[in-house]
Structure formats: C-alpha cells, structure tokens
C-alpha cells in the first residue's frame, strides 16, 4: 500500500509544572535528555525516519530555547521541500487570547494550514518517548477508512487512571473515550490480563496522544466547535456524530516524560544493559544538532554503567549509574552516582575565576541528583541521597519524588551541603 504523505504537529505543551525547576527557563520538548538531546528530537526523529518532513511545532510558553534549537537542528535540502518550522501563539484581529488547550492550538494556527496539499494530519505530543513508524498507523487508518485514528497501549489500571481509558470493538473501532477515570473497573470495559508480572494485572486500552485524521474532518470540527483537547472534546464529539474513529495498537515502549520522577526513570533506564528505549539504533536513530564538539577526554576515572557526551573533560573521578551531558568538566576525587547532569551550553574559561564558570570541582560528592545546565559546583559540595525526605524547594535547588535538582545557571559556593 503507498502511503501518503502527511502533515505533521507537534505540541509544545503547556506550563509544565509537574517538570518543575526544568521548566523553570524553557517549554518541556527543550528539555535536555540522553545527554546530547532534547525531547522535542524524539517525535521529529520518528517523522523523519518515517518519512514525513513537512512538521509544525506549535509552541506557546518559555518557547525561546526550544526555537533556537529547531532553527540550528532541522535544516533540510532545497529539493526534499522538507522542513520543521515553529508556529507560537499570536495575537489575531479576531482574538488576542493565548492557547485554551491541543485542539484550541490547533484551531488557531489553520490560516496557517489551509492550503497545505496533505490529505492527513498527525498529531504528536512533544514531550513523550518511543519510537514508532507512523506509516503502519496511517496504513491502518487508509485501510479502515478511518475519519480519525488514535495510538494506544496496554496499561496496567493504575496508568489507566492517569490516562485516556479506551472502549473499542475487536475491529478496533472505538466506542467511547474516557480521559483520567476515577475507577477504571466501574466503566465495564473489557481488560486483558499482563503477560510481564507473575500475578495477573488487569490491563486496558489507553491513549498515547498520537492522533491521526483526515484533515477536512479535522478541520471542519475545529471551525465547528468551541473544542480545546482532542480527548476530552473532539473524538468524543466524533464519536457521537457516528463518524469512524479507530484505535491502532502500539506494542513497543512507550513513556510520557511528564514529571520528575518519569524524567529520571526513563534516563536511569538508558544505563542497564538491554535499555527498553534504545539509542544504539541504525534504523530508528535519533537525530539532534550538530555541534562539531571535540571528543570527551577522561583521565584516571573509574566508569561503570556512565553515558559521556560529546566534550566532556573529566579527570580522576568515580562515575556510576550516571549521564554526562556535553561540555561537562569534572576535576578530582568528585564522585557522581545515580545522577544526571545535563552538560553546559559553553566551556569553562580557564583564564577567569574558577568558581564563576560551570564546572564540577574538587572532592564534590552527588547522589540521585538532576543538575541542570551551566551549574557551577565548587570544590567539596556534597549532594546526598534525598530518597525519604520530602518534596521542597530552596532557593537552588527542589526536591522532588526524593530526587535534588539543582537549578539552571546556579553557583553553590564550596562546602555546600543539600
């Protein structure tokens, strides 16, 4: 079956607050992750390797960094007519109102989208991470003749409340969505039980925010209705005007970087020997800006389960159960375990004071911690364990889910103890 070509958006998302002090400068898709990427490289990365190259971010708050990166990341050649372009919030002679949700967002970017040629439009979350060819999805759609197609996967009941719970025939066709149910069993949907735990575990259908329609049906909707949210507002609305909507299951990994705690997860998981979300792939790699960095010089330093970016000088440090992100500089007898630094967006200068520029100093200890860009930790801070105490925020750093992260751009002085 030829697969068309489709018209991709991507959701910058909202305040973020649950990702609280990352988003403190910068929308949650600009997060940096893995070391050398950022969030929004995922769903691009996807489209690229499926083919789809016309793609929209729709962007609205602390947008700035995330822009910046697109315009240095995602250039394409003169004769692909690829492109990744941003498209913010703007004021209209009509409204001078900000983004009411997705499907809101959508609306107010279709002057914008009118006479795009595509006969469909995929709809991405900017700020979840797996890997999915999008041709199988919209094969699948074309082939049910589907006015509206949405990803799912088997979740256990305690994910299912976070989440979109899905009611569909054996066909796939859905009959009814219900976003973040307060008792997952009182809705008489049908489970399945989890083939990955000893005990059977109910599991149910979910929504995974990957939404593909066509784009007249779409359209028309949006100019039709007051909408804001594809779950809550428009699939249901389809639904009741009988229009086809599917669900297309989605088996591989799948995990929404929502909150502290997910963020530091998904990235613990990157070290352990077969990681379920794998970066080492030829066919579905990961695509993010070139820097043209030097390779990472480490002297004298004991590694074991690390992730280096690129850049990086680290000298007679213990590493464990850590990522070092780009352009990171580590000195002696430091000790990083469990912890994620994210790197720094430019390289200590060594003709200014050391204690002004960022970099990891001398005898500096950190545990289960998240250390956000262009931090400068001078010699001998201890940052410990913080698993039993309980969430809060100082002026530095937060404590979240028994995880310290210390603020962007921040200088703790020597001896500093968290």
Not at 1 to 19: F, K, N
Not at 119 to 133: P, Q, R, T, W
Not at 190 to 209: D, F, H, L, N, R
Not at 294 to 320: H, R, V
Request: proline share 3%; with cysteine.
């Amino acid at each position: 079956m030829d697969i068309p070509d489709c018209l991709v958006l991507i959701l910058g998302g909202g305040r973020g607050t649950r990702l609280f002090p990352l988003t403190l400068e910068r929308s949650k898709p600009a997060i940096g992750f893995a070391g050398k990427y950022r969030l929004i490289d995922i769903p691009v990365s996807n489209c690229i390797n499926s083919g789809f190259n016309k793609i929209f971010v729709l962007t609205q708050f602390l947008s700035a960094s995330l822009h910046a990166h697109i315009m240095h990341t995602y250039r394409f050649d003169n004769f692909s007519k690829g492109f990744v372009e941003i498209l913010s919030a703007e004021q209209s002679h009509k409204s001078s109102e900000w983004f009411q949700g997705p499907a809101d967002a959508v609306r107010r970017v279709l002057n914008h989208l009118r006479n795009m040629p595509q006969e469909y439009v995929l709809i991405l979350s900017g700020d979840h991470l797996y890997k999915m060819d999008y041709r199988k999805m919209a094969g699948f759609h074309i082939k049910k003749e589907a006015d509206a197609t949405v990803a799912s996967i088997f979740v256990n009941e305690d994910e299912a409340a976070r989440m979109g719970v899905l009611d569909c025939t054996a066909s796939g066709r859905l009959r009814r969505i219900i976003e973040k149910p307060l008792n997952v069993k009182r809705l008489k949907i049908k489970s399945k039980s989890g083939k990955k735990t000893k005990a059977p575990v109910s599991q149910y259908y979910a929504s995974m925010g990957v939404y593909l329609f066509k784009k007249d049906v779409l359209f028309d909707i949006l100019l039709r209705t007051k909408a804001a949210d594809f779950g809550t507002h428009i699939l249901p609305w389809m639904l009741k005007k009988k229009n086809k909507v599917y669900t297309f299951e989605f088996k591989d990994y799948w995990r929404d970087i929502g909150t502290i705690k997910s963020y530091y997860e998904a990235s613990m998981d990157l070290l352990a020997n077969n990681p379920e979300f794998n970066l080492f792939d030829d066919d579905c790699g990961i695509v993010t800006r070139a820097r043209f960095l030097p390779p990472s010089k480490i002297s004298e330093t004991f590694l074991k389960n690390a992730i280096i970016a690129d850049g990086c000088q680290i000298k007679n440090a213990n590493i464990e159960n850590s990522i070092i992100g780009l352009r990171s500089k580590i000195m002696e007898n430091t000790r990083i375990k469990d912890s994620i630094i994210i790197g720094n967006d430019y390289y200590h200068n060594t003709s200014a004071k050391v204690n002004t520029h960022p970099h990891i100093g001398k005898g500096v200890t950190i545990e289960r911690a998240i250390i956000d860009k262009n931090v400068n930790i001078c010699d001998f801070c201890h940052i410990t364990d913080k698993r039993n105490a309980p969430n809060s925020d100082g002026d530095y750093y937060c404590v979240r889910d028994g995880i310290t992260i210390i603020r962007r751009g921040i200088n703790l002085a020597a001896h500093t103890v968290i």
